[in-house]
């Protein structure tokens, strides 16, 4: 098995190529030598135009005709790119082809138009250009047929690398990128997270301030006191259908604050502690609910109705939800009063820049994660192409020249 770099790849295979093919490389060389003698010969007839215009046998108007005429075809006689040795390939002998074919167009396309104005004084010159002309043709035409019938195995071969080449130099960089974009994106994750701890070692020594444990020991009792209100709050679908009924207008009751009823099922303890310090608006909903329920006005079954006006009468008697309301407010002003001590103190400021940096620091390790990932599923699937690619043109060069060959590919990094 032969080993061969990445970069030394193609000219190491089109070596190998034109040994393989040598009879036929050989042949097409006679061949393209062939097609630039008749050019030259082309070339020198187009000169003898210029003589007979340098003889002044025709006058002006038509000499810049025939001035025109040849170095048009001179420029493009001299266009056309002649493959020397090295560079017998398809695509160069295809463009030489093309070139010719191009070469004869311009001929046909001036000769119709500037040939009438000057052929009279020059026809052995045009039978000379004519006869040269069939002649390089002829030549064409066997390198076409040559190349249509004899070429195809060394158009295939030499393809072979053109078309693979490109993706594996084009894969090595991609991973050499993401190798790069990964470096950097873990070096800034590794920054981050160290960063992260930081913060979180700042806000815990914040946190361990007695005002911030009042805080939270007061904000802790105020979130058990709501719940234990929501609890006790049982005739909040009576009051939703009554509000559904009302809005419909399907029933009547007397003197009912549709707002307050609103508000009071939108958020019952921000509209319970909102009101005045006997409940005087939840007292009035609870008695128009009551008496509401008592004529039957909502349609509930009995023991539904039973239970929410027996609810009701025990609120009133014990007057519980007042004592706990009243709790929320006092728990309320507590935590005002701590608050206020925690912003004289600078706390509050402090532990709010620190929470804000871990959130935006937080957000950027998510994002940089997202990346890293992402760049490091591309990483991976590039390796993968290039395993792939690699492997599959070592045996076509294998089936193409009859041998193994290791193409070593170097990174850098």
Do not use: C, W
């Not at 991609?174 to 979180?200: P, S, T």
């Not at 009133?316 to 002003?333: C, G, M, P, R, T």
Request: aromatic share 8%.
């Amino acid at each position: 098995m032969v080993e061969v770099e990445l970069e030394e790849l193609e000219d190491f295979y089109n070596e190998k190529v034109n040994a393989l093919y040598s009879k036929i490389k050989k042949a097409v060389k006679k061949l393209v030598q062939e097609i630039y003698n008749g050019l030259n010969e082309l070339r020198r007839s187009v000169e003898h135009f210029q003589d007979a215009g340098g003889e002044r046998k025709i006058g002006d108007k038509a000499l810049r005709s025939l001035n025109f005429f040849t170095d048009r075809i001179t420029k493009e006689i001299d266009d056309i790119e002649i493959p020397g040795d090295d560079e017998i390939y398809y695509d160069n002998l295809i463009k030489l082809l093309n070139s010719n074919k191009k070469l004869f167009q311009t001929i046909n396309d001036i000769a119709k138009k500037s040939l009438p104005k000057f052929k009279k004084e020059v026809q052995p010159q045009i039978k000379e250009l004519e006869y040269l002309s069939r002649k390089l043709r002829k030549r064409l035409s066997l390198f076409d047929e040559f190349l249509r019938k004899k070429y195809g195995d060394v158009k295939n071969a030499e393809e072979l690398v053109k078309k693979k080449t490109p993706k594996l130099f084009t894969l090595k960089e991609n991973i050499e990128h993401a190798k790069v974009d990964l470096d950097a994106f873990e070096e800034e994750l590794e920054e981050r997270n160290k960063n992260q701890e930081a913060l979180n070692s700042e806000l815990m020594e914040l946190e361990k301030n007695p005002l911030f444990k009042q805080l939270e020991m007061e904000k802790n009792r105020l979130f058990q006191l709501r719940i234990k209100i929501n609890d006790q709050l049982s005739f909040k679908k009576a009051l939703k259908k009554m509000k559904v009924e009302l809005e419909r207008e399907t029933i009547h009751v007397p003197g009912i604050n549709l707002n307050y009823l609103r508000d009071f099922l939108k958020n019952p303890i921000r509209a319970l502690t909102n009101d005045s310090k006997d409940l005087a608006k939840f007292s009035s909903l609870l008695v128009k609910l009551r008496h509401a329920l008592e004529e039957n006005k909502l349609n509930l079954k009995s023991d539904k109705k039973d239970k929410t006006i027996e609810h009701i009468n025990t609120i009133f008697d014990e007057k519980v939800l007042h004592a706990e309301i009243e709790k929320i407010n006092q728990i309320k002003a507590k935590i005002k009063e701590i608050e206020i001590k925690i912003s004289k103190a600078g706390l509050a400021e402090q532990l709010d820049d620190v929470k804000n940096k871990i959130a935006l620091n937080t957000a950027k390790l998510e994002h940089l994660e997202n990346d890293l990932n992402k760049k490091n599923s591309d990483y991976m699937r590039y390796l993968a192409s290039l395993k792939n690619e690699r492997e599959e043109f070592q045996k076509l060069i294998e089936e193409t020249l009859g041998e193994q060959v290791k193409i070593n590919i170097t990174f850098s990094f």
